[in-house]
Nanobody
Framework: QVQLVESGGGLVQTGGSLQLSCAASGTIISRYTMGWYRQAPGKQRELVARIRSGGTTNYADSVKGRFTISRDNAKNVVYLQMNSLKPEDTAVYYC????????WGQGTQVTVSS
């Protein structure tokens, strides 16, 4: 059974940093595209960053230059390093396995205070 567990969320001031982690079990993430999505209150879930099995990454325009997605295949973990955080980054952040969203984590709350 595939499980994704996010951690690392919390409350941070504008300009601060957080690192989110997504630990996978029941599968080997190196085979898959992994993504981070977020959903703010009243808004649709949106793609934040994605990393393919070969290491290619892409980012939402709103986070380019501030967020970095990476993976540690040995640990079966995907990370999202978030720097220069803004209040508009406040959302629940979800980890996703597969291009089509085959599996999702439960989410971790990120709140950026102004």
């Amino acid at each position: 059974q595939v499980q994704l567990v996010e951690s690392g969320g919390g409350l941070v001031q504008t300009g601060g940093s957080l690192q989110l982690s997504c630990a996978a079990s029941g599968t080997i993430i190196s085979r898959y595209t992994m993504g981070w999505y977020r959903q703010a209150p009243g808004k649709q879930r949106e793609l934040v960053a994605r990393i393919r099995s070969g290491g290619t990454t892409n980012y939402a325009d709103s986070v380019k230059g501030r967020f970095t997605i990476s993976r540690d295949n040995a640990k079966n973990v995907v990370y999202l390093q978030m720097n220069s955080l803004k209040p508009e980054d406040t959302a629940v952040y979800y980890c996703c396995l597969g291009v089509l969203g085959d599996y999702w984590g439960q989410g971790t709350q990120v709140t950026v205070s102004s």
